[in-house]
C-alpha cells in the first residue's frame, strides 16, 4: 500500500511539472493576443514621433504643419501657409468693429488684403496627457498689394496727381504671439486627427507704401500718416481667438 501511494504520489508531481509550462505558455499567448493589451501599446507610445499633417486654422491661415514629439512628451512645431482674402476679411472685420480704423481707410484696407497674405508660425510645447497638448507660439504674417490712387487719395484726403502714379505697391507684416490647448487623436498607430482652441495677439506690425519721394515731401508726409495708422491699427486691435484643426501621418 504504501509503495502504491508513493507511486500515485511521484505521477502527480511529474504531471504537476508537465503542464505547469503549458499553462504558463496558453496565459502568455492569450495575453499577448488580448485586444486590451494591443490597446494598451498603442495608447501609450514611448519614443520619438514625427507629424505631417494638413492644417487650417480660422481666421489666419490654410497650410501644412511639422510636429516633432519627443519620449517625456515635449515638442516643437512649425507651420507655413497661405492666409486667404476670406479669411483675412473676417480678422479686418474684428478690427472694424473695434474702431481700429475710420471711414477713409476702409477702401485701403479692402486692397491690402485682396491677395490674401502668407504665414509662418513656430512654436513649443508639452503633452499633459495622451492626446491633451498646450503649447505657445509666434506667428509672422506678411501681405503684399497694390494700392489704387483713389484709395491713396481717400486715405489722405489729399488729391495725387503726380505723373504715373495710379497705384502703389504696399506691404504690411505683422509679428504676434499665440497659445493654443488641443487634443490630438492617433488612429492605428499612424493617422492623426487634431483640433486646438487658441488665441493670437499681436504685438507688432509694419506697413510700408512705395510711393514717389514728391508724395511723401506733401506737407504732413501723407504716406507716413498711412502706414502709421495701419501698422497702429493691427498693433493695438491685432487679437483673434482661433479655431484649428488638422488631419495627418505619423512616422
Known amino acids: 500500500m504504501t509503495s502504491a501511494r508513493r507511486t500515485s504520489t511521484q505521477l502527480s508531481w511529474l504531471l504537476a511539472a508537465l503542464l505547469a509550462p503549458a499553462g504558463a505558455s496558453a496565459q502568455l499567448g492569450r495575453a499577448l493576443d488580448s485586444p486590451t493589451a494591443s490597446a494598451g501599446v498603442a495608447a501609450a507610445p514611448s519614443g520619438w514621433a514625427l507629424d505631417l499633417s494638413a492644417q487650417t486654422s480660422l481666421p489666419l491661415s490654410i497650410g501644412l504643419e511639422a510636429q516633432l514629439t519627443t519620449p517625456p512628451g515635449f515638442f516643437a512645431a512649425v507651420a507655413v501657409g497661405h492666409t486667404p482674402n476670406a479669411y483675412l476679411g473676417m480678422l479686418t472685420g474684428i478690427l472694424d468693429g473695434a474702431g481700429a480704423y475710420g471711414d477713409s481707410l476702409r477702401p485701403m484696407i479692402g ?86 482652441l487658441g488665441w493670437t495677439h499681436g504685438v507688432g506690425a509694419s506697413a510700408r507704401l512705395d510711393v514717389p ?39
Open 111 to 196: 486692397e491690402t488684403i485682396a491677395n490674401g497674405a502668407w504665414n509662418v508660425r513656430v512654436g513649443v510645447g508639452w503633452r499633459v496627457v495622451e492626446g491633451l497638448e498646450l503649447s505657445v507660439g509666434y506667428t509672422y504674417l506678411g501681405a503684399n498689394t497694390t494700392l489704387s490712387r483713389e484709395a491713396i487719395e481717400a486715405a489722405t484726403g489729399q488729391r495725387m496727381r503726380y505723373r504715373g502714379l495710379r497705384e502703389a505697391p504696399f506691404a504690411l507684416e505683422l509679428h504676434a504671439l499665440h497659445a493654443r490647448v488641443g487634443y490630438r487623436f492617433v488612429i492605428e498607430e499612424h493617422f492623426v486627427l487634431a483640433v486646438a
Open 213 to 251: 519721394a514728391e508724395v511723401r515731401a506733401i506737407d504732413g508726409n501723407p504716406a507716413s500718416t498711412i502706414e502709421d495708422a495701419v501698422a497702429e491699427g493691427f498693433t493695438q486691435y491685432g487679437f483673434t481667438p482661433e479655431l484649428l484643426l488638422s488631419a495627418g501621418y505619423r512616422f
